[in-house]
């Protein structure tokens, strides 16, 4: 993986290069291993790279022969293989054994239409001075990040937003409605609202084209999930998401650096590891937990049980060389500042600064890992899917506390603002005929789902692997298992009223009974006292220090809200987690300078 950032500009009242620099310094974290910079008149191109195939050869900005074409890319392709062998057939002569190379060719071949060839993950930009324009593209589910600055003058683009924010003139004002946005949606983002008034997203599954003649832009969505007929009865479905699922892991583990594996001992880690255990020896496994955990663990209808017995467990089926990963109160809470700066807005707060910390201590050990994200997106695994709880609010997203209103001095009215959101999300489903009610609805909340719960979830996998030059990878977010399980029906889904079913069924032979039969938990918390203590003396000391904080954000509510343990994000941010999120509301005001206009 790698940290890309480049621009064009019009204006000539200041050091190019140096910003350049600036720009690309500012992500070293995404690519610590080598620097690049390509510029030709106004155009300026920069890399930062994480070497992970082929380390040798794949410098970047690279070119073809006649510097025609220059790429600056972030991602792997893992269909690699395949696409050589088309270009080779064309007689496309490849001079490395790096994806950056299969990317640059393949376009060369079949121009913006090559995204559609590559299953990978991936963010890159490629000057085409054949064509006279800018070219950038995202995968399909945004697992790999792009961000945009666009006026008469200029257009920048780069990896992430600190990195926009080098380039002069750009401001960290925020409109009200971002602020809304903010406030109602988040830590989840609207796909292509930055939060940022200057800074926009380069939306998944989208290329965007900059045209060097006339100074214009123009999208394209290259892909978007698709209704198929499911005429398989339930033992095909297992069987044929067996396949899929094995072939996208085995994809993955290519490597030219060592792989790691994270495994809280849920189902979706443990089918990772156990596909991988097949394919190599004494695989290196990890796992978080908390200091005293044991003592202050405190089941939820949420969090009904710790992962630590599960995760050894599972390790030693494995026979892996398991690394357990464990964290203080203090640790938690110094990483926290760091974490928001990393993914440049508040987020999951020690849901996020606990996996920086995890991340940092697996890099120790191995450059590549991966991971179970998205499974519960896709094979409805989270409990709005099926408890009756969560399914009553159909007007809304169910993940999203409908409380915010209170925690706020000003008006914001939250919830409309979210209504607003999701009503025009489902507009966008097109709706499939042939489904039952049951399937439609199901449909709609994983559309959901993977637009704004699982697109968060990345985000933040993203930002927190690549602080630490950790390369992390999703097969469960390979597209083609993604688009199949999407059309396969909620009755096998949930068959014998029990989530994931068809995935438990696919795997049962690899996988042991007490995993399989083992209730969904999600990413651990920790429930320590002294954690709570902690928070408590930051967020006071944010109450007085900061004007513009203490001006929006009532404090009594917000103290409230988290004493009642109430959900203000689903599963992942109750109680002590709001206390650390406002936390970090607090030091983004401060530390981006925010100005609300």
Not at 4 to 30: D, P, S, V, Y
Not at 203 to 208: A, C, E, N, R
Request: net charge positive.
């Amino acid at each position: 993986m790698c940290g890309i950032a480049g621009f064009l500009t019009k204006e000539n009242n200041f050091q190019k290069e140096k910003i350049l620099k600036n720009m690309i310094n500012c992500i070293t974290h995404r690519g610590p291993d080598q620097e690049g910079i390509f510029i030709k008149d106004n155009i300026f191109f920069g890399h930062k790279r994480l070497a992970i195939i082929d380390v040798q050869n794949g410098k970047q900005p690279m070119s073809t022969y006649d510097n025609k074409l220059i790429i600056i890319y972030n991602g792997e392709i893992y269909n690699s293989d395949d696409i050589k062998k088309d270009l080779l057939k064309q007689n496309l002569n490849l001079k490395t054994n790096c994806d950056t190379e299969i990317v640059l060719k393949s376009y060369l071949l079949w121009g913006n239409k090559c995204v559609n060839y590559l299953n990978g993950i991936f963010a890159f930009a490629i000057l085409d001075l054949i064509n006279k324009k800018i070219f950038l593209a995202r995968d399909r589910f945004g697992v790999k990040p792009l961000f945009y600055h666009f006026d008469k003058n200029n257009f920048v683009f780069a990896s992430e937003i600190k990195s926009i924010l080098k380039f002069p003139n750009i401001t960290t004002d925020i409109k009200k409605d971002d602020l809304r946005e903010l406030f109602a949606i988040g830590p989840s983002r609207t796909h292509g609202n930055a939060i940022f008034k200057d800074i926009s997203e380069l939306k998944p599954g989208y290329i965007l084209e900059f045209d060097l003649s006339n100074h214009k832009i123009k999208f394209k969505k290259y892909f978007e999930l698709k209704h198929q007929e499911h005429k398989e009865n339930i033992y095909e479905t297992a069987e044929h998401v067996r396949i899929l699922l094995t072939k996208a892991i085995k994809r993955q583990l290519v490597s030219d650096v060592p792989v790691g594996y994270f495994l809280s001992g849920g189902l979706d880690s443990s089918i990772i590891s156990a596909v991988a255990s097949q394919e190599y020896k004494n695989i290196d496994t990890f796992s978080l937990d908390f200091l005293d955990n044991k003592k202050y663990f405190s089941k939820s209808l949420l969090q009904p049980e710790n992962d630590e017995y599960y995760a050894k467990y599972m390790a030693n089926y494995l026979n892996s060389n398991h690394h357990e990963i464990i964290l203080s109160p203090k640790e938690l809470a110094d990483n926290l500042e760091k974490s928001l700066v990393m993914r440049d807005l508040p987020g999951m707060a020690d849901v996020d600064s606990s996996l920086l910390k995890f991340c940092g201590e697996i890099k120790n050990y191995v450059t590549v890992a991966l991971s179970g994200e998205c499974s519960d997106e896709i094979f409805g695994g989270y409990p709005w899917f099926y408890n009756k709880i969560y399914l009553d609010n159909k007007d809304n997203f169910p993940w999203i506390s409908q409380n915010r209103n209170d925690l706020f001095n000003i008006k914001l009215d939250l919830e409309n603002y979210s209504r607003e959101k999701y009503l025009e999300e489902i507009k966008k489903i097109p709706e499939n005929p042939d489904d039952d009610t049951q399937d439609k609805f199901i449909k709609k909340l994983t559309f959901l789902d993977i637009n704004y719960f699982m697109a968060n979830l990345l985000e933040r996998k993203d930002r927190m692997s690549m602080a630490n030059g950790l390369e992390v990878r999703v097969p469960y977010c390979d597209h083609e298992l993604v688009n199949y399980v999407f059309n396969i029906p909620w009755r096998y889904k949930f068959y014998n009223q029990q989530e994931k079913s068809i995935l438990k069924l696919a795997f049962k032979k690899i996988i042991p009974e007490k995993i399989l039969s083992r209730k969904k938990n999600p990413y651990p918390k920790t429930f320590h006292e002294d954690y709570k203590n902690i928070l408590v003396s930051l967020l006071d000391k944010k109450f007085k220090e900061s004007s513009l904080f203490s001006e929006i954000i009532n404090r009594e509510k917000v103290f409230e809200f988290a004493n009642k343990k109430l959900s203000y994000y689903g599963q992942l941010m109750s109680g002590t987690q709001v206390l650390a999120y406002f936390y970090q509301v607090a030091l983004w005001f401060d530390i981006y300078k925010i100005n609300i206009c």
